[in-house]
C-alpha cells in the first residue's frame, strides 16, 4: 500500500534527515552508556521481564510460554507482538546476549526515530508548519525520548508509533477523499489498530472514542461511514483472530489478548497499597506467588488474584477512591522515586509535570480556538489514560501519548511567543 502522493510532497526533506539524526545518535548513545549491558541478575530477569521469559521460550523451541521461567506452560499473560519480535532477535544472536540486546534497542531506536514522520503530519494538519517542525525537532533531540528507546527493552516505542499513525489516519477519515481512498484507509485504519492491539491492549481504551470521532466529524459532513466502520472492524477482527483462536485452543475457552489483569489490578490494589506499584507482590519476586501461580495454573491464579483485589476495594472504598485520586496526579506529576509516597510533591519530577501541563493548557485553548482535530487530542488525553488510574502509574504508561502531548505543548509556547510579538494568527474554524 502506497503512501498518498499528498503524504509525500508535504514531508519536508529535513524531517527524513531528523530521523537519520535522531537513530544514529540514539545508536552511539546505545554503545556510548553501555545500554546493550543488561542486568544479570535472577537469571537476566531484567533483560525483557515477562516478554523476555516468554521471548526465551520462543526461541528455545517451547512455544509462547513460561513467563516466569521453570516451566509454567502456554501464556497469555503478555500480548503476542513484542515477544515474538524478542524471540525472533534471540534466534539469531542469541538468548540474553549483548548482540541481542544491541539489536532489540537499535529497533526500538528506529521506531523512535520513524515517529518524528506522523509527528510532523500530524503537527502540519491540526496546527501549521512551525508547530509541526519544532514539535518533530524536539522528539528526534530529547534525551528524555531516547531513555524510552535506548534503556528498556519494551514496547515502549513500538506503542507511540503506533498510535501516532493511528491519530494521524483518524484525521485524514474525517475528511473528505476519494471512495477509493477512503476504503484503503479505513482497511489500514483497521490493520493498525489490531496490530496495536497486539502490542499493547491498553490502547484499545481510546478505540470507542477515536471511532465515535471519527463517524461524527464525517456525519456532520454529510459523509457515509457505515461501509468504512464495517471494513475496519473486519479488518480488525481478522488481524485478532488468529491470536485469538490460539488462545481458545491452548486455554479451552476465550482470552482476549492478555490474562494478567486480575494480577496487575492486585498490584496496585491490596493491603499497604498506597496508588503505586506492589512489585512485592510479582511471582518473580515473591516466591509465595510463584508457588501459587505453579500450582494453580495461570488462569486460576490471575482469577484468584482479581478475587483478591476486588474483595480488598469493597471493604474499602473510601481507600480505594483516595488511591485512584492519587493515582491520577502520579500519571501526570510522574512517581515519586522515593518508596515513601506520603509526600504531595516530588520536586524531581517537576519537567514531568510541566510538560503535562503545558500540554493539557494547549488542548483547552485548541478547543477554545476549535481548531482541527483538538476533540481528538481531548479524547486521547480523557480516554487512555483511566486503566492506570485503577490498577497503578508509572512514567512509562504516559509515553504511548507523548507525541501528541508534545504537539499541544509545543503550540501553547509558539501561541504565547506569537501573542507577545503581536503575530498571534486567525485558528481556522475547522474541527474540534
Known sequence: MEMDKSLRTAIPRSVFWLVIFSFLLQVAAIGAFHQYSTRTA?????????????????????????????????????PPLYPYLMGGVFKIFGVYTYASAWGLLTINSLLAALTCIPIYLIGVKTFDKQVAIWSTGIWALLPYVWYWSIHWIWDTTFTPLILSLIFLLALNLSEPGVAKKQSWRAVLFGALWGIGALANPSMLSFLPFCGLWIWRRRSRRRMPSLAGVILSSAIFFLVLSPWLIRNYEVFGHFVFLRDDFGLQFRLGNWKGADGMLMAYLQPNLNNLEFEKFQRMGELAYAADCKRLAFEWVRENPGRFAVISLKRFFYYWNGVPKATDSRAPVDFRTSLFLAWSVLAIWGMLRALKQN????????????????????????????????????????????????????TERTPELSAG
Do not use: C, K
Not at 521460550?57 to 503478555?78: C, K, M, R, V
Not at 480523557?382 to 503550540?411: D, G, K, Q, S
Open 42 to 78: 535472577d537469571d537476566h530477569f531484567a533483560f525483557g521481564w515477562e516478554m523476555g521469559r516468554v521471548a526465551r521460550s520462543i526461541a528455545l523451541g517451547q512455544g509462547f510460554s513460561n513467563p516466569y521461567g521453570d516451566h509454567t506452560g502456554p501464556t497469555a499473560w503478555e
Open 371 to 422: 481548531r482541527p482535530g483538538s476533540g481528538l487530542f481531548a479524547g486521547l488525553i480523557l480516554t487512555y489514560p483511566t486503566t492506570y488510574y485503577f490498577v497503578f502509574p508509572h512514567a512509562r504508561y504516559r509515553h504511548p501519548i507523548e507525541p501528541e502531548l508534545l504537539i499541544l505543548a509545543v503550540f501553547l509556547v509558539i501561541e504565547a511567543l506569537r501573542t507577545g510579538e503581536g
